[in-house]
């Protein structure tokens, strides 16, 4: 009965590959988000979409793609991966896109790039 | 931009002290502010969250903050803290209007000494 699922939850791979996080919420929300995590614990947004529309966009390379194919469902996918991506990823959900919701967050997905 | 900074990187109190993490945000107008607390290896988990009225809010496992605007503050307490409360905890604002993103302060850690 998990809230806001992510697989997978350890990803380890070599420079130059392209991955995939899928992320998957129960909870009927309408907003979904990325976050990276970097080694000093600071958390950052990416990307948020709204009923799998987007409507945040950090400065992030275009090696990142989000894909959502339902309000469901928030996809990662990165391109080209670099020693920088290594990080832990989680994926959120919220009611809706105001800032005042509270964000239910996914385990993570911590991902090294070697 | 909102912006939020926790000034101490790491805590430690012995089980059964009180504990204060300190918190400090800026932003024009009233915001709406947030505690999150992040177990090892977990995702994270409201505490608490203020938007208006009554600035003393109680949360969840014992926690309670109050927002001072003189301040610009928005510190988290816990009368008695128990062993397994050690975890990051990250204080999060959110502005009404405009990008809808929290931002996330760079976290403290607590450690419980028995």
């Known amino acids: 009965d998990t809230a806001v699922s992510q697989t997978p939850k350890y990803l380890v791979t070599q420079m130059g590959n392209d991955k995939s996080i899928k992320c998957e919420q129960n909870?009927?929300?309408?907003?979904m988000y990325w976050y990276k995590q970097d080694s000093k614990k600071f958390l950052k947004i990416m990307f948020s979409?709204?009923?799998?529309?987007?409507?945040i966009n950090e400065t992030v390379p275009n090696r990142f793609s989000p894909k959502s194919p339902d309000k469901a469902h928030l996809n990662l996918h990165i391109n080209s991966l670099e020693l920088g991506d290594s990080a832990v990823y989680f994926c959120?959900?919220?009611?809706?896109?105001?800032?005042?919701?509270?964000?239910?967050f996914g385990p993570g997905t911590r991902l090294t790039v070697l | 931009a909102q912006s939020v900074t926790q000034p101490d990187i790491h805590i430690t109190v012995s089980e059964g002290a009180s504990l204060e993490l300190r918190c400090n945000y800026s932003?024009?107008?009233?915001?709406?502010l947030f505690w999150y607390v992040q177990s090892p290896g977990q995702g994270l988990q409201l505490l608490l969250k203020?938007?208006?009225?009554?600035?003393l809010v109680q949360g969840i496992k014992g926690f309670e903050a109050e927002f001072k605007r003189s301040q610009s503050s928005f510190n988290l307490r816990k009368p008695s803290v128990h062993w397994s409360d050690a975890a990051e905890y990250f204080c999060?604002?959110?502005?009404?209007?405009?990008?809808?993103?929290?931002?996330f302060g760079k976290g403290t850690k607590l450690t419980v000494n028995p």
């Open positions: 932003y024009g107008a009233t915001p709406y």
């Open positions: 959120a959900s919220s009611q809706d896109h105001g800032s005042y919701n509270e964000q239910f």
């Open positions: 909870l009927g929300h309408d907003t």
């Open positions: 979409y709204n009923n799998k529309e987007l409507i």
């Open positions: 203020y938007f208006s009225g009554d600035t």
């Open positions: 999060a604002v959110g502005a009404q209007g405009g990008s809808e993103k929290l931002v």
